[in-house]
């Protein structure tokens, strides 16, 4: 016999139109892959059936790790569920089929006090679906602390999608002995083969009128490249009627006039950015730099008013600190820098205009330290004129 007790860890992403995939972990070999579900308390009306992994890591033995598709879910709705055919009950929101849609973004949470005090902050704030560009635990080869982070996040992440890429600190390679990305792979499964990816470092998702893009920073990203011909795909796939507004997320940021990780997203930039250009990108997440700094529309290295925006939110709050030196002058693409935990709000309204704030975690949450409209490329003639060349450069070999 289990334990209720021991349903641990539960998170939820999105899984393909009006699905959510339900992820904990058990320490029960036994425990069934389970999820029962219903819009009222304790009436589970549905039900759904996964599957399971684990995995080794030197010493450490994974429990069994569940990750089970429920759907189809209606938009916008709370549904109640238990996993493994007991309690405790959770209860989740799906997000809305339109706009408005608000996303909470935060990247390099790591588990510290600071990290508590940006998950509060999100807690209080309203919105659909969790962005997180990248370092998600800093377990850093501990793997015990990829459980308590797992514990942390729950409250959350059992409420409301968490969509997640990876960063350097869920990379936790041994040469010979364990693959990079091992740990993270198994816990948090995305949904890469929903959007046609045969990678879970990379994939795509749409919510509400939004397409989403999570790219990976260290896997190969060269024009030979498994992820540069899946993002050329993705990118031809992307129906602006359907979902005006694109956003990407990786971990590395390529506009960063920090001193911390200067240069780092130089490769990708180079061989990327000219696909995100040609598609139209209007905003891009990075992490990485634990400190903030939004960018005018950019393009190769300067303002570009049909480039996309770059944010970095690498200020979640982990135990290395914040990045304090910046380069002088500040760069003339640089419109916001300060290193200060916090994190963001993206509050897409409609196809034209959405709301972006960033929070400062030392204020009181109704202060916002930076907010900006950003009016969306679909609405600015850019994607227009820019058809002809993207087509071609998309469409080439
Ligand atoms: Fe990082």
Known sequence: MWLNKHILQVHISLAGEKHIRISWVTDEKSAPSIVEYGTSPGQYTSSGEGESTSYSYLFYKSGKIHHT???????????????????????LKTPPA??????AVAGDLGQTGWTKSTLDHIDQCKYDVHLLPGDLSYADYMQHRWDTFGELVQPLASAKPW??????????MIP??????????????????????????????EVAGVHVIMLGSYTDYDELSDQYSWLKADLLKVDREK???LVVLFHVPWYNSNYAHQGEGDGMMAAMEPLLYAAGVDIVFAGHVHAYERSKRVNNGKSDP??????????????????????????????????????????IVNST????SWHRNDDDEPVKSDEVWITSLVSSGCLAEKNYESMKILMSP
Not at 98 to 103: D, H, K, M, S
Not at 163 to 172: D, L, S
Not at 353 to 356: D, E, S, Y
Request: hydrophobic share 30%; glycine share 12%.
């Open 353 to 356: 205009h959405a709301f972006w």
């Open 306 to 347: 049909c480039g996309a925006v770059h944010i970095t939110i690498g200020d979640g709050g982990n135990k290395e600190g914040l990045a304090q030196k910046y380069r002088n002058p500040q760069p003339e693409w640089s419109l916001f820098r300060e290193a200060s935990f916090g994190h963001g709000e993206f509050k």
């Open 98 to 103: 339109q706009f408005p849609v608000t996303f």
């Open 243 to 245: 979902t005006p507004w």
């Open 176 to 205: 010979l002995f364990i693959d990079a990305f091992e740990s993270y792979n198994a816990r948090w499964k995305m949904p890469y083969e929903e959007s046609g990816s045969t990678s879970n470092l990379y994939y795509s998702f």
């Open 69 to 91: 598709v429920i759907g189809p879910l209606e938009h916008n709705t709370v549904y109640f569920y238990r996993c493994g055919g007991q309690g405790p009950e959770f209860q």
């Open 163 to 172: 969509m997640v890429t990876q960063g350097n600190h869920e990379k936790e």
